[in-house]
C-alpha cells in the first residue's frame, strides 16, 4: 500500500519546522483522528510542532463528544492562518476539492487522502493518496506502526472510530489494510470513552430534522430521496442519509437540505460496486463542488438566494434522469412503502 509513503512523508517533513494540519470543512471522526495522528507524529517522530484546524461547524453529536475527549485541540480556521510561509498539511481533503478553507493560497506541503487523487495534488512535495483505502485514519495506523510509535489509548480510540464510521463497521468501502489497521487498533482502544462517543446525547433539533425528513421522504422504486430543509449543523443531511439506508428495499439514499444559503447533498449506497462520487457530480453538476468514493458522497450548491425549494426539485429531476425513471414519475411517501 505504501512502499515509500513513510519516507516520503519524513523527506517532506525535514524542510518543515512548524505546520498547520487541515482537514476538510464540518470535519468528521475520520478527518479529526487522521488529523490527530498526524500531529502526533510529527511531534515524537520529526520534533515538529502542530496545530490542527478546521473550517465549519462539529455539530453532529457523535463528534463533538470525540473532540471533547480528544482534549478540545482542533481550533476554528482564524485570520491569517494562510499567510505566507505557512506550511500546510491536508487531511482527508486536498487542494482545489472545494470542501477545505486552504483554496488557492498557502503552502502546501502534505496531503494525506482516500479518495480520488486531483490534479493540484501532484505538486505537492508529499502526496499520499489512496482511494481504494476506506478511511484516512488506516493510512495514519499504517505510518505510527511503521514508525515504531506506540499509539496512545485516547489516539487509537480516535482512529479506530474514524475507521468505523467511515467503512460502516468494515462493511463498506473497504480494503483489507482497513480490517488489519481496524483489528490493530481494537485492543489498544478505550471502550467507555468509545462508548461516551458513540452514544453521546443529540439535542432536540436532532429530531425535528428527523421528523421534517420523514414527512418530504418520498420513494422512487429502490431510492428514497428526502429533503430535509434548513439545517442546524450541514452533518445532519449525512447523518439522515446513513439512517435511510436502513430502510427495507431502499438501495439508493438522496437527501438534501440547507446550511448558510448552501444546498447540502449526500448520497448513499448499498450497491459495493459504489457509484455514488458518479451521482452526487452528476446531481451538482457545475453548479458546486462534489466528492466521495464507493458508498458514500457529498457535494454543495451555493445558492446565491434562490429558492431552495426550486433547486431541490432540480436535484430530484436529475436523480430521477440518472436513474433512467420515467419522467412524471411520484414518489411514494413513507406511510405507502413496503
Not at 157 to 175: E, H, M, N
Request: proline share 4%; with cysteine; hydrophobic share 45%.
Amino acid at each position: 500500500m505504501i512502499p515509500e509513503g513513510l519516507a516520503n512523508l519524513l523527506r517532506a517533513a525535514s524542510s518543515i519546522s512548524k505546520l498547520l494540519i487541515v482537514t476538510h470543512n464540518d470535519p468528521d471522526p475520520d478527518a479529526i483522528g487522521a488529523a490527530m495522528a498526524l500531529s502526533y507524529f510529527l511531534k515524537e517522530r520529526c520534533g515538529i510542532q502542530s496545530e490542527v484546524v478546521y473550517y465549519g461547524i462539529i455539530g453532529r453529536a457523535e463528534n463533538r463528544a470525540m473532540v471533547k475527549y480528544l482534549g478540545n485541540v482542533l481550533r476554528p480556521v482564524a485570520e491569517g492562518d494562510f499567510d505566507q510561509g505557512t506550511a500546510i498539511a491536508m487531511v482527508d481533503t486536498q487542494p482545489g476539492a472545494g470542501n477545505n478553507p486552504v483554496g488557492d493560497v498557502g503552502d502546501v506541503r502534505i496531503v494525506l487522502d482516500h479518495h480520488t487523487e486531483r490534479s493540484e495534488t501532484r505538486h505537492v512535495d508529499c502526496a499520499e493518496v489512496h482511494p481504494s483505502l476506506g478511511a484516512c485514519s488506516t493510512l495514519m495506523t499504517a505510518f505510527l506502526r511503521e514508525a515504531g510509535l506506540e499509539i496512545p489509548t485516547s489516539l487509537a480510540t480516535a482512529l479506530f472510530y474514524g475507521i468505523k464510521t467511515d467503512t460502516r463497521g468494515l462493511s463498506r468501502g473497504t480494503s483489507a489494510y482497513d480490517v488489519q489497521a481496524y483489528f490493530y487498533l481494537q485492543p489498544l482502544i478505550d471502550i467507555d470513552g468509545l462508548a461516551e462517543i458513540e452514544y453521546a446525547r443529540v439535542p432536540a433539533d436532532y429530531f425535528k430534522g428527523l421528523a421534517t425528513m420523514l414527512k418530504n421522504l418520498r420513494i422512487y422504486r429502490n431510492i428514497a430521496v428526502a429533503w430535509l430543509g434548513d439545517l442546524v449543523y450541514p452533518g445532519m443531511a449525512a447523518e439522515m442519509a446513513d439512517l435511510l439506508l436502513r430502510l427495507e428495499g431502499i438501495d439508493w439514499v438522496v437527501s438534501s437540505s440547507v446550511f448558510n444559503d448552501t444546498m447540502i447533498i449526500s448520497v448513499r449506497t448499498h450497491d459495493r460496486a459504489g457509484g455514488a462520487e458518479v451521482l452526487v457530480l452528476t446531481l451538482v453538476a457545475d453548479e458546486g463542488t462534489a466528492g466521495g468514493h464507493g458508498m458514500l458522497a457529498g457535494g454543495q450548491i451555493p445558492l446565491n438566494g434562490r429558492d431552495p425549494l426550486k433547486v431541490n426539485q432540480l436535484i430530484v429531476k436529475r436523480t430521477m434522469s440518472y436513474f433512467g425513471l420515467p419522467r412524471g414519475m411520484t414518489g411514494t411517501r413513507l406511510a405507502k412503502f413496503g
